[in-house]
T-cell receptor, first 113, second 115 residues
């Protein structure tokens, strides 16, 4: 079965520190992977996506993610956290059939001054 | 920039009542989706809609649920007889082409509270 797991429902970092949000997937077909961010009272906004080609994907707001097939991972990183990065982050997977996204549980990122 | 809009932002209803959640997708998009998120749980797929018919639905999307595109702009989710467990945030999404590499654009959600 296809699934997405995000390790850590809540991550807290200091402003200026590295942000690392973990996502692992399980799939029997080549995955297409997405990271979405949700700010309070707003919809889900696409940060970045991996489809094919380069495994290091750069997104908006300085975020990037690396697709590692051997580790079935697609972790999200940002070198230096900003207060405005505080939000909930969702990893999502799109498999071989149909258009639906399969989401992980979400990780709430807090940024301390 | 075009965006998906949803109304109302918050709906409170009594158990057993019918509710209709409304969405206006991005105007040139062809694929539409409903997802929901029960508090503290994952975002879950409910249904996808293309060319005026359901293309896929989940186990959650039983006979109590229906979707419709009544005109050229709105996309609605109806719950005929709400249950307590239907309380959740409901997200609408739209997509231009439905391809695997395409991007789904989400609305801000409707929080449904069933009392």
């Amino acid at each position: 079965a296809q699934s997405v797991t995000q390790l850590g429902s809540h991550v807290s970092v200091s402003e200026g520190a590295l942000v690392l949000l973990r996502c692992n997937y399980s799939s029997s077909v080549p995955p297409y992977l997405f990271w979405y961010v949700q700010y309070p009272n707003q919809g889900l906004q696409l940060l970045l996506k991996y489809t094919t080609g380069a495994t290091l994907v750069k997104g908006i707001n300085g975020f990037e993610a690396e697709f590692k097939k051997s580790e079935t991972s697609f972790h999200l990183t940002k070198p230096s956290a900003h207060m405005s990065d505080a939000a909930e982050y969702f990893c999502a997977f799109r498999g071989g059939q149909g258009g639906k996204l399969i989401f992980g549980q979400g990780t709430e990122l807090s940024v301390k001054p | 920039e075009p965006e998906v809009t949803q109304t109302p932002s918050h709906q409170v209803t009594q158990m057993g009542q019918e509710v209709i959640l409304r969405c206006v997708p991005i105007s040139n998009h062809l694929y539409f989706y409903w997802y929901r998120q029960i508090l503290g749980q994952k975002v879950e797929f409910l249904v996808s809609f293309y060319n005026n018919e359901i293309s896929e639905k989940s186990e959650i999307f039983d006979d109590q649920f229906s979707v419709e595109r009544p005109d050229g702009s709105n996309f609605t989710l109806k719950i005929r007889s709400t249950k307590l467990e239907d309380s959740a945030m409901y997200f609408c999404a739209s997509e231009a082409s439905g391809g695997r590499t395409d991007t789904q654009y989400f609305g801000p959600g409707t929080r449904l509270t069933v009392l």
